[in-house]
């Protein structure tokens, strides 16, 4: 198990250089640094910095359908869960869509996200947003896998085609 966690040690330059070193960043000096890897306790708790690093969301932007009840509803409970306010949330149904290559339509038709960067759509934006969510993080990462990550698209799309009928009940529902 040690040399595990060893290993994990050995990170590549190109990796510290974008994430940082966490001890180094946290003002530790080189021969602590150096002195602490040895220790068993110490190489496992850098390995899950290590991981957190890796892991950690930069920038997530989502481009939602604010005119929908249905998606009103699901942006304002991951909200309430993105208690660290990773997330950028944009109402596309305002015409809000800067920073976004994607059409105003498609925006309003599909779930879109922007994950460092990167756009995704569909069953894989649901995902980025759920990694972004410390709550929600294990269910963006099971997803991540490409075999669940295709069965999540085949429901979302099978969603999309019930979704007008569901938008009229959740009208309904809405009004006083």
């Known amino acids: 198990m040690r040399a595990a ?30 002195a602490r890897r040895d220790l068993p306790h110490a190489a496992g708790r850098d390995f899950g910095m290590r991981v957190h690093h890796l892991f950690a969301m930069e920038e997530l932007t989502v481009w939602y359908d604010g005119a929908c009840p249905l998606c009103r509803r ?4 991951v909200r309430r869960l993105d208690r660290r306010g990773s997330i950028r949330f944009v109402d596309a149904s305002r015409g809000e869509t800067t ?6 339509g498609d925006l309003l038709a599909h779930f879109h996200a922007s994950e460092n960067g990167r756009l995704v759509s569909g069953a894989e934006a649901f995902a980025a947003m759920w990694r972004a969510v410390p709550l929600l993080r294990p269910l963006g990462m099971a997803a991540s896998h490409p075999a669940a ?3 999540l698209e085949r429901v979302y799309r099978a969603f999309l085609r019930v979704r007008p009928a569901l938008q009229r009940v959740a ?3 809405d009004r006083p």
């Not at 699901?74 to 409970?77: F, K, N």
């Not at 920073?99 to 105003?104: A, K, L, Q, S």
């Open 5 to 34: 966690f060893d290993g994990a040690r050995n990170v590549s330059p190109r990796v510290l250089a974008e994430f940082g070193d966490p001890d180094i960043d946290a003002g530790t000096n080189t021969r602590e640094h150096d």
């Open 149 to 151: 990550l295709a069965l």
């Open 171 to 173: 009208r309904r529902l």
């Open 74 to 77: 699901e942006i304002a409970l």
């Open 99 to 104: 920073g976004c290559p994607v059409n105003r």
